[in-house]
């Protein structure tokens, strides 16, 4: 099986910083596009940036120039550091990833894993 542990979020002021990580483990064969997702109180879901396993990066045209994404692949993990935060960034902010697990054979397909999600709480 595999797990999406994420940390990181938390309570902070308007114009504030937090860093969210997202550490995958167990049977992973090898991870493609990762990614992180948030919802608000109310609202769907939405794309908030992504990384493909070659590194390109895509962006919600909200996050642009205050978000970036990263990702380590020795460590299996993926990071969101988030500058100039905004009361409307708050929600809770859930990682993915496109994995292939193990053993692998002439079937195995990317498949979708979420983390549990952690809050981000931005106060003005």
């Known amino acids: 099986q595999v797990q999406l542990v994420e940390s990181g979020g938390g309570l902070v002021q308007a114009g504030g910083s937090l860093r969210l990580s997202c550490a995958a483990s167990?049977?992973?064969?090898?991870?493609?596009?990762m990614g992180w997702y948030r919802q608000a109180p109310g609202k769907q879901r939405e794309m908030v940036a992504t990384?493909?396993?070659?590194?390109?990066?895509n962006y919600a045209d909200s996050v642009k120039g205050r978000f970036t994404i990263s990702r380590d692949n020795a460590k299996n993990t993926v990071y969101l550091q988030m500058n100039d935060l905004k009361p409307e960034d708050t929600a809770i902010y859930y990682c993915?990833?496109?994995?292939?697990?193990?053993?692998?054979?002439?079937?195995?397909?990317?498949?979708?894993?979420w983390g549990q999600g952690t809050q981000v709480t931005v106060s003005a």
């Open positions: 167990g049977s992973i064969f090898s991870i493609n596009a």
């Open positions: 990384i493909t396993g070659g590194g390109s990066t």
């Open positions: 993915k990833a496109d994995i292939k697990t193990r053993p692998v054979t002439v079937l195995t397909t990317w498949i979708p894993y």
